[in-house]
């Protein structure tokens, strides 16, 4: 079913820019962008680059954000690369300023829903993902700011009104992607379990969050427990919750909304 969504989010993308921003010389953020750009002034296809830009940036989000989040990433830079290419670059509206909103709008959902079900469009969202689980800054404002390269680009290659067309999809896109793909959502995880040990092993393995645990026992049984505590962002919890039912199905776990964070809540690596 995730894959699926994958390939939903990709179409969705690769709608907004054959439809909407190719064909009006406006460009995507992060590597798409660049992949749209190469497209537009080299006999190469669009689709064909995007896959090509992508490879090296799969291999380091496979090291740094996991097996799962990069085999959801490759369904989608395939996925998208090929709608990218066998649908046609025509566009709906010869109006720039609503390709710039509708392509910006368009193509932020498709990728805040990629983003959300754990896997990322590619290109800059593994380095904006990457970033964001150390830094806590959203998802979006990474993309709205690294993204700044591809405007000036824009501006060098085509003329600086475009860039500035260019500059209003990207930031539409990233507010998108920050509506609908929650990663800044903080959550209190607390784990009852008797197999503490070999659940945070795989949790500090898998997950880049610090984990808390203190000892207890259970109140009816007073069978020794252990209680893991753990700050983390709603879109881990899915994969937290399967870790741990893999070592203990009975465990309790207790999911509550964290209001603040005061300090580092990433683990630390020292």
């Known amino acids: 079913?995730?894959?699926?969504?994958?390939?939903?989010?990709?179409?969705?993308?690769?709608?907004?820019?054959?439809?909407?921003?190719?064909?009006?010389?406006?460009?995507?953020?992060?590597?798409?962008?660049?992949a749209i750009l190469l497209g537009l002034i080299t006999p190469f296809d669009t689709g064909l680059l995007n896959f090509i830009l992508n490879l090296p940036l799969l291999v380091l989000g496979y090291f740094k954000l996991g097996k799962k989040i990069t085999l959801n990433t490759l369904v989608c830079v395939i996925s998208l690369s090929v709608f990218l290419y066998f649908l046609p670059a025509q566009s709906i509206t010869d109006n720039i300023l609503l390709s710039s909103i509708f392509g910006g709008i368009i193509g932020g959902i498709g990728i805040g829903v990629i983003l959300k079900y754990s896997g990322t469009s590619g290109g800059?969202?593994?380095?904006?993902?990457?970033?964001?689980?150390?830094?806590?800054?959203?998802?979006?404002l990474?993309?709205?700011?690294?993204?700044?390269?591809?405007?000036l680009i824009s501006g060098a290659v085509f003329n600086w009104e475009i860039a500035l067309y260019t500059l209003l999809s990207i930031y539409l896109t990233g507010k998108m992607v920050d509506t609908i793909y929650t990663n800044h959502e903080k959550l209190t995880m607390q784990i009852v379990t008797t197999f503490g040990e070999e659940i945070r092993k795989e949790l500090l393995s898998s997950i880049y969050r610090g984990v808390t645990i203190t000892d207890g026992?259970?109140?009816?049984?007073?069978?020794?427990?252990?209680?893991?505590?753990?700050?983390?962002?709603?879109?881990?919890?899915?994969?937290?919750?399967?870790?741990?039912?893999?070592?203990?199905?009975?465990?309790?776990?207790?999911?509550?909304?964290?209001?603040e964070v005061v300090g580092v809540f990433a683990r630390n690596e020292k």
């Open 124 to 140: 800059m969202d593994i380095i904006a993902m990457i970033i964001s689980r150390k830094s806590n800054i959203r998802v979006g």
């Open 1 to 34: 079913m995730k894959n699926l969504i994958v390939i939903v989010g990709s179409l969705i993308i690769a709608f907004a820019f054959n439809f909407f921003l190719v064909p009006n010389e406006i460009l995507s953020s992060g590597v798409s962008g660049i």
């Open 217 to 259: 026992y259970g109140g009816y049984t007073l069978e020794k427990k252990q209680i893991l505590m753990m700050v983390v962002t709603r879109y881990e919890t899915m994969q937290i919750k399967q870790i741990v039912r893999k070592h203990d199905e009975n465990a309790f776990i207790n999911i509550s909304e964290t209001v």
């Open 142 to 151: 990474l993309l709205t700011g690294m993204n700044g390269l591809i405007v």
